[in-house]
């Protein structure tokens, strides 16, 4: 089973930018597709954002389209999400997740971290 640890969440106004890490233990990191969702208060938790096993191929939700952006270093074993012109709509506690296999077309392990904070004001 693998720890992710996610990180660089926080409190921002509409229209600026954050970058979200996720760091995850072990050595097979390189061979998964990971993801990021999110969940709002009082909902649950929504895909955002996907990429394959070696960052070839992506995926992104509608909401987040032209906005976000999915990396990986497989070298440091850690996948950022690059968020900008954040909306009030994007507030919500984002997870990142590895997926059951190398593409994106599989789906989550159910391996999550705790989840980071991302809150956006009006």
């Known amino acids: 089973q693998v720890q992710l640890v996610e990180s660089g969440g926080g409190l921002v106004q509409a229209g600026d930018s954050l970058r979200l890490s996720c760091a995850a233990s072990?050595?097979?990191?390189?061979?998964?597709?990971m993801g990021w969702f999110r969940q709002a208060p009082g909902k649950g938790r929504e895909f955002v954002a996907a990429?394959?096993?070696?960052?070839?191929?992506?995926r992104y939700a509608d909401s987040v389209k032209g906005r976000f952006t999915i990396a990986r270093d497989n070298a440091k074993n850690t996948v950022w999400l690059q968020m900008n012109n954040l909306k009030p709509e994007d507030t919500a506690r984002y997870y990142c997740?590895?997926?059951?296999?190398?593409?994106?077309?599989?789906?989550?392990?159910?391996?999550w971290g705790q989840g980071t904070q991302v809150t956006v004001s009006s």
């Open positions: 997740a590895r997926y059951q296999g190398a593409l994106v077309s599989f789906s989550p392990s159910g391996d």
């Open positions: 072990g050595r097979t990191f390189s061979l998964y597709a």
């Open positions: 990429l394959n096993y070696n960052g070839g191929s992506t």
